[in-house]
């Protein structure tokens, strides 16, 4: 059984520009969560996909967009980058069953960098 | 309402001490408690949860203690290890809901 992977592990980018950032969901699991984890502070959601469809989306603007894929992949894309962009990206899949199921396993993160 | 508020920021204790970390919440349809552990340049890792019927969940040296009246849970860590430095995360969620509110995060350092 694979963990959660995430790639790139780092990513430097200047302000305006656009990121694609990738995950690969545990073997098993059905659905994956994004969160942004600015330093010093704990994981803030993004949004949720399960099935290949947007499931839930946290406090963040239209530029934060997503896909899954049908192997359960996803991405994650910011366009018209800012400054404040800057953070850890931490994707967490979990195997939703039905009503739901509340164990998330993260992935080691990317590392954005916004000059 | 949708907030969970963890205390202390930081915390030191020695080889062998109890660390604690409190956390409190506000939104009583919360129902699942996870805490994670997370170290430099990782991703969070799930340490232990905890579900409002019980009042405490023990594993190894790792135990939830709940509130539900007080709407607070705290975590100790008995016999803390100088490789149990590490930031810990308190968090909630809603069975069947999509997102996972967290907590400001403790770093956690023991002195060997």
């Known amino acids: 059984e694979t963990g959660v992977t995430q790639s790139p592990t780092h990513l430097i980018k200047t302000r305006g520009q656009q990121v694609t950032l990738r995950c690969s969901s545990q073997?098993?699991?059905?659905?994956v969560s994004w969160y942004q984890q600015a330093l010093g502070q704990g994981p803030q959601f993004i949004f949720q996909?399960?099935?290949?469809?947007?499931?839930g989306r946290g406090n963040f603007p239209p530029r934060f967009s997503g896909l899954q894929f049908p192997n359960y992949s996803s991405e994650l894309n910011v366009n018209a980058l800012e400054l404040d962009d800057s953070a850890l990206y931490l994707c967490?899949?979990?195997?939703?069953?039905?009503?739901?199921?509340?164990?998330?396993?993260f992935g080691p993160g990317t590392r954005l960098t916004v000059l | 309402q949708q907030q969970v508020k963890q205390s202390p920021q930081s915390l030191i204790v020695q080889k062998g001490g109890i660390s604690i970390i409190n956390c409190a919440y506000e939104?009583?349809?919360?129902?699942?408690f996870p805490w994670y552990q997370q170290f430099p340049g990782k991703g969070p890792a799930l340490l232990i949860a905890?579900?409002?019927?019980?009042s405490e969940k023990k594993e190894g040296r790792f135990t939830i203690s709940f509130n539900k009246s007080a709407k607070q849970f705290s975590l100790h860590i008995m016999d803390s290890q100088p490789g149990d430095s590490a930031t810990y995360f308190c968090?909630?969620?809603?069975?069947?809901?999509?997102?996972?509110?967290f907590g400001a995060g403790t770093r956690l350092f023991v002195k060997a």
């Open positions: 939104n009583t349809a919360f129902d699942y």
């Open positions: 073997s098993g699991h059905n659905t």
């Open positions: 967490a899949s979990s195997d939703r069953q039905g009503a739901g199921t509340d164990t998330q396993y």
């Open positions: 996909y399960y099935r290949e469809e947007e499931n």
């Open positions: 968090a909630a969620s809603i069975t069947g809901g999509f997102k996972t509110i």
């Open positions: 905890i579900r409002p019927d019980v």
